[in-house]
């Protein structure tokens, strides 16, 4: 199983590696990652397997998303079948 990660808000340091970091400490693995900086603003999507994960989706969801409020950013996970429903016309 496969999910999107994405990442927005101020750019700052670290961002990526604590996104990475807990997929790491989860067994997830981090399988295509495209960022931007625009001016001042971040904007990450990530492709990660799930396949390996050693916690349920919405735990390591939930667990990004307290990341997120900590750094001020909006961090979400959707399952990729999620993500594809949503973006085909």
């Known amino acids: 199983m496969r999910a999107i ?21 989860r067994g997830i693995n981090v399988l295509d990652v495209t960022q931007s900086v625009l001016q001042d603003m971040f904007a990450m999507i990530m ?16 667990t990004l998303e307290a990341i997120g409020n900590e750094m001020g950013l ?3 996970v959707m399952h990729e ?3 594809n429903a949503m973006h085909t016309i």
Request: charge should be negative; hydrophobic fraction near 50%; glycine fraction near 4%.
């Open 5 to 25: 990660i994405s990442v927005i808000g101020h750019d700052k340091v670290g961002i990526l590696a604590k996104v990475t970091a807990e997929c790491a400490a």
């Open 47 to 62: 492709l990660v397997d799930l396949s390996t994960a050693t916690t349920p989706m919405d735990e390591f969801a939930d």
């Open 74 to 76: 909006a961090i979400h």
């Open 81 to 83: 079948d999620l993500f």
